[in-house]
Every structure is written in C-alpha cells, then in structure tokens.
C-alpha cells in the first residue's frame, strides 16, 4: 500500500490535459509560497474537487433538466428525470411537472 504522500505523487503522474496543467501550476504556487503544500490524499481530494466541481452542485442537476428529453422510452425517461430531481430538493413541484412535461416527445 502507498502512504499519502506517495499517493499524491503517484496520481499526479497520471493527471492528464486540464488537471496535468492545473498541477503544474498548483506546484508553481506552493513553490513560490503562495499555496500550502499538498502531502495527504484528503488534501488532493479536496483541491481537484474545489477545482474542477461546480460551485453550485445543484447548478449540473437543473442544466440536466432544462434540456432533458425523452429520447428513449417514456420510462427511461422518467427514470432519468427523477434522479435528477433527487438531487433539487428546493425545486417546486409545478415547476417539475412543468419541466418533465416539455420534454416529452411530441405526440404523433
């Protein structure tokens, strides 16, 4: 098992595109003193989730919504609908209704 320490530094070698840049100036800052050093794997964590995760968690689920339609079947629809409204537990009931009913195929 790896320790930390090494835990960082194995995944910062595998980091790829955006977060490999993201790193390397994340070592620039704590080079120059301008970020703490990040030596634990909660550390990392922490920092690639406060980077790359939206600040609004709640902001991907209505995205999702807004342009979700049914494709598929009306019950993967359905399905798919109401996993994302799990995640809005201040969303209105009229305004689900409303969202789920546009995005139903039009009738033939």
Do not use: C
């Amino acid at each position: 098992m790896y320790d930390d320490e090494a835990k960082v530094k194995v995944v910062a070698k595998f980091l790829t595109k955006d977060a490999k840049m993201w790193w390397r100036r994340k070592i620039d800052q704590i080079s120059s003193g301008d970020a703490e050093e990040i030596t634990s794997w909660d550390d990392m964590k922490k920092a690639l989730q406060g980077h790359f995760s939206p600040q609004d968690d709640t902001l991907d689920a209505r995205t999702r919504i807004k342009y979700m339609k049914e494709t598929r079947s009306l019950q993967a629809y359905q399905w798919e609908f109401s996993s994302a409204i799990l995640e809005l537990p201040d969303m209105a009931e009229k305004e689900n209704v409303f969202n789920f009913i546009i995005g139903l195929k039009p009738w033939a």
